[in-house]
């Protein structure tokens, strides 16, 4: 297969064009966003849908999420990771097969239909996590696009797939706010540097390989600036796999917390890593292709 | 002498109200400020003068930062330090001290004349830094009151000095900005643990003792917000010596400079520490005490 985004396997840094589209579909009037929002994230690579859960269903995530923190020791181990050098839970992967209540947050229509709709066709959930990043200590995630770790890593091959955030805390300005850079989708950075051996098991706390070259970096930030949204818990932010994003680190005592879903089309299944002598796990990057149903109504504790 | 302010003496951290005032002056129509300044400052323990200097004055300053910057080996060694594993200047001490145009900011009438009215006395220079935080590997200050350090290691015996932050570059939501809780100079939050022998070769890149305890700070937060101020180039931010403080790191390209100069009040000169077994450097702490005449007029390359 064609490698259109090589990446770590060159002893420069390279911005590459994108072969890809960013909206893969042609809105019209049954889509289940209006025709500005998809030119939006079409045109910045990401959409915020404010308060787009309600308060109900906030309560219901919330709770299942703190009952699920506090008790992890019924999920898969490999599967809770915890903040470096300390015990404190960082994040859960592939929390939607583990959970019911999570598994039905992942299938709702709409993020599901949303992102049917965006990358025009069935999609499965590539990898999914509950993210807690606690106060005071909350450490920060540089700059990266996640395409590249999971064409390098993963083998997903063309760029058809998306991230939505879940926010279940408030999201301000000063907590350690997702930052994104509008329009960095439109290229691709290959990064120098080769894939060690078992890579996941140290970048998911701290990442030194695919990571961005700082002039392309400087060159990004001062076209198109930095945009850090904030929301209220029951927002969602939904970003392309190549947008460029990162956040700071968080000494206030507000944590963040969210669930993330990374949804693949189905055309888009996982081949072979790219840049890897070998594959993650199913958990960071599921290999096999459920299709997803999505699923209309409100979340309640029976339909969860 | 009377200790106010105990701090690292006890097992479990204390909550001590404030004997000193905040603004130690009256408010009169001949004071540099206006009556709604002094007031907010007085109130919240910070006050912001935006554009305080022109922009002829901020590029002098800047340039005369980028050639200390440049070269740092004119300037005595310990006073110079670099980000934690890393080379880069991180901030260069008693700046005033060795270098004029710095020495010319500290003593200006906008900036010390100002301290004179707050603290309602002659004033001198505590401390002074040029402070360059470098994009994309910026790290975090957590919180403190500098009224505790400078209590405990240095020997102030009370509460009338304060700090002015004159910013040289913008001060953005997103490259680490000061984030300060107002009126938090109310309290004094007397912190566990004893000050470790020759505490500030490693304190000053990260510290672990002198450090408020969680359950304070939070509600400290919970009840007053935190402000993280913005503002460009030649702005200043004034602050109370124990309003709490701190800041994120900062992976944005955007570095943060300013030059920074703590103004004590000459009644307040410094004793014995008061919970160390020896004072910590001049540089760090200045012993000797040497009034400043303020200084009317733009700053300028002959003034310099």
């Known amino acids: 297969m064609r490698d259109n985004y090589r990446s770590r396997c060159a002893a420069e840094p390279a ?3 994108r072969v890809d589209p960013v909206l893969h579909g042609e809105w019209d009037a049954s889509a289940p966003l209006t025709e500005e929002q998809a030119t939006n994230f079409d045109r910045d690579g990401y959409l915020v849908l404010k308060n787009w859960f309600s308060a109900d269903e906030v309560a219901l995530l919330q709770a299942e999420m703190d009952r699920v923190l506090a008790n992890p020791d019924h999920l898969a181990r490999e599967t809770v990771v915890t903040e470096a050098n300390r015990h404190e839970v960082r994040s859960i992967f592939d929390i939607h097969a583990q959970n019911p209540v999570m598994g039905r947050l992942a299938a709702d229509e709409r993020l599901a239909g949303i992102a049917q709709f965006l990358l025009d066709d069935q999609v499965y959930v590539h990898q999914s996590r509950l993210n807690y990043k606690p106060g005071f200590e909350g450490k920060e995630f540089y700059w990266h696009s996640d395409f590249e770790t999971w064409h390098a890593e993963d083998g997903m091959p063309r760029m058809r797939a998306l991230s939505m955030s879940v926010l279940l805390a408030e999201n301000g300005p000063q907590n350690g706010p997702l930052m ?16 060690p051996e078992d890579h996941h098991k140290s970048s998911l706390k701290s990442q ?59 055309s888009n299944q996982l081949v072979e890593p790219f840049a890897a002598s070998r594959t993650r796990p199913g958990y960071l990057a599921a290999r096999e292709v459920h299709p997803i149903y999505p699923i209309a109504g409100r979340l309640t504790e029976q339909a969860a």
Do not use: W
Request: net charge negative.
């Open 208 to 266: 030194h390989v695919g990571v961005p070259d700082k002039p392309t970096l400087i060159q990004l930030a001062d076209e198109n600036g930095i945009d850090a949204p904030t929301g209220g818990p029951g927002t969602v932010v939904i970003f392309d796999c190549n947008t460029m994003h990162g956040s700071n680190g968080n000494i206030t005592p507000y944590p963040r917390a969210n669930a993330f879903f990374v949804y693949n089309a189905v």
């Open 15 to 17: 911005v590459l064009p």
């Open 180 to 195: 994104l850079i509008p329009g960095s989708q439109r290229i691709f950075i290959s990064c120098v540097g080769e894939t």
